[in-house]
């Protein structure tokens, strides 16, 4: 099974500085990206603005997760989590009907947790959909999309990125874990099977519905703290609102900080800040 690329359509160099963090640096860098995304949504409300925010990929790529982290401290009177189960005839016939019924209103952010995009990846990959209501799709999409843009809409689209390897793994943590075991199916068994047949409808879906209006963002999930921030981080970039300009990651001194301790007459360098905290407690409570 071939690696996907995972090349963005839409690329800042400073989000390499999200890769490889520890966990006390993520946190930091999330809360600080979650207040800023609580600025973006009160300038929504306020000013009646609509964002639609899509998370498309493979199963296990990291959708629910990475929406969880965009909507944790989210006012929940303006915000909706849309995930569509199998559709009837009459929407499988209506495809983007469908979704136009579940788009923004005024003052509102909806997160998609796998888009009208289905009908690029998964229905074509699995026989869901028939070859002429693939094409229809791809088709019409683009149309249908600036058209809601033009209408006021703002449209963001993440394509979440993972390879087999790495997806592999969060199936077998899946069908252990005593609380996640429901989301491991016999569907994305076979869909896993299919590998290939999935890329080439992902290629043939980037290549043919990301324009300068409504571009396709390519993440790297493989690293969910880099997946989870990068995609917030986008968000804040892209939106027009009177606090994102120059919004960029912490300094790299500053997410990676570390921490120095004395214990009994030994020095422990290079801490995190959870390491320095359980050290610190053990020093109190010990009276080390």
Known sequence: MEPESTKPYAKKKFYAKYKNLDRASYDIEKKRLQAEL????????????????????????????????????????????????KPTPAESRSWLNRYSRRLPKKGEIVFFD?????????EPTMGYCTERQYRYFMKKVIDWEHELIANGMMLIKFYLSVDSETQLFRFKERILHPLKYWKYTKNDERARIKWMIFSKYKKQMLDRTSTHQSPWVVVDSNDKFYCRLSCMLYTISRIPYLKRQDFKPLDGTMISRKYRLDLNGVAFNNLTHRQFVVLDRLKTECKI
């Open 38 to 85: 609580l600025n973006l949504q009160y300038w929504l409300v306020e000013n009646d603005q609509r964002l639609a925010i899509c998370f498309d990929g493979r199963d296990a790529a990291g959708k629910g997760g990475t929406i969880k982290r965009f909507t944790e401290y989210l006012n929940p009177k303006h915000y909706r989590v849309v995930e569509l189960g």
């Open 114 to 122: 796998r888009s009208w995009y289905n009908r690029a990846l998964i």
